[in-house]
């Protein structure tokens, strides 16, 4: 399993994103919400990659996450925490 390619998400940095965060327990379930994506990086422990809405306001996925993407949606798996990431454009 490779981590997350930092470089590669940047082509989501200015779309508007639906974003799902699914439980695999099933527990309650977050809404879907859609924002835009102003700027990725990782973070500076190096674990995580922050997707930034603003400057200051951020969704951070880790880095060591089963990723499965596709031109127009991005999903990661995090084992550890049982939490999927889908970051689908609008």
């Known amino acids: 399993m490779e981590p997350i390619n930092v470089d590669e998400l940047q082509r989501f940095v200015g779309a508007t994103m639906e974003i799902a965060i699914e439980d695999k327990e099933g527990g309650d ?3 879907v919400v859609k924002k835009m994506i102003k700027k990725i990086q990782t973070c500076p422990d190096h674990t995580h990659v922050r997707f930034y809405f603003d400057t200051i306001s951020f969704l951070a996925v880790p880095l060591n996450s089963k990723v499965n993407q596709s031109k127009a949606r ?4 995090d084992q550890v925490s049982g939490l999927t990431y889908t970051f689908q454009k609008v």
């Open 74 to 77: 991005f999903s990661a798996s």
């Open 29 to 31: 379930q977050a809404p």
